[in-house]
């Protein structure tokens, strides 16, 4: 029996926007075994950010259910959920979401220090060194570049090793040699750590990495091999 690290049954979210109600998640039902390198592909405005949000308990679905590791995540409190987001799951916004008044380095260590970990700041600073940010450690958002930033939020995503990452468009803001690195990075977690990698991206080369590419239309999705 296949073991799966997200379960999520017939989930449904709308937005209302002007007065209108927008259906963006309709009756999905998915799931992912643990290990799996999973692309989520669709046009802009096809829900990717939406499914990856819901998914990793960050927002709540209208209806409809989610299991994370056999945990029943939609009934939890922001008290269970917590410790979710800091430990289990890694996730990599469209927008960073740094903290401003922290350096590169303090953000990074930061999701580690919120679980006591003695090792954060060492962590932190070999994690800027693999995406060759070392020079940056004392930098504050502001003073660093989109793709620098990028790069950033995606070491403090990984500093816990979660089981799982949500990455929303992570090479979104980055030249190809940089974006390769950040495949590179994700591949190797996900070979050697058998981390559970969850992607919303537009990227060819970084889908034809993936076992398996969800993808979005309509609200609903249609599973295949090639984007
Ligand atoms: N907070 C919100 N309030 C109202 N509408 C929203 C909100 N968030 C998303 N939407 C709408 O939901 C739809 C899906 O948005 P979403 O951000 O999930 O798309 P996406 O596939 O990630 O697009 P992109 O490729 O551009 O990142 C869009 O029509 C968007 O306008
Ligand atoms: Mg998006």
Redesign the pocket.
């Known amino acids: 029996m296949v073991a799966h690290i997200i379960q999520a049954d017939k989930i449904s979210k709308h ?1 209302t ?1 002007g007065g209108r109600r ?1 259906h ?1 998640l309709n009756d999905i039902s998915l799931s992912v075994a643990v290990g799996e390198f999973v692309v989520v592909a ?1 046009s ?7 499914l990856l949000s819901v998914l990793s308990g960050l927002d709540k679905p209208d209806s409809g259910r989610i299991e994370l590791c056999s945990m029943d995540i939609t009934s939890f409190s922001e008290d269970q959920l917590a410790p979710i987001r800091n430990e289990l799951v890694g996730f990599v916004f ?1 927008a960073f979401h740094l903290i401003p008044s922290l350096s590169a380095v303090e953000n990074i260590q930061f999701p580690a220090e919120l679980r006591k970990d003695k090792m954060a700041r060492e962590k932190a600073r070999e994690l800027l060194a693999k995406v060759g940010l070392s020079h940056r450690a004392g930098n504050f958002p502001s003073q660093m570049s989109g793709g620098e930033q990028q790069r950033v939020a995606i070491c403090r995503a990984l500093i816990n090793e979660p089981k799982i990452v949500f990455a929303d ?1 992570p090479t979104g803001n980055l030249d190809s040699e940089n974006s390769e690195g950040i495949v590179e990075l994700l591949c190797k977690l996900n070979a050697e750590l058998n981390t559970t990698l969850v992607i ?1 991206t ?1 990227s060819h080369s970084l889908a034809a990495r993936a076992g398996r590419i969800i993808h ?1 239309c309509d609200g609903a999705v249609e599973e295949g091999l090639g984007m």
């Open positions: 937005f926007l927008v963006v669709g802009s405005g096809s829900g990717k950010s939406t469209q468009e919303a537009h979005l």
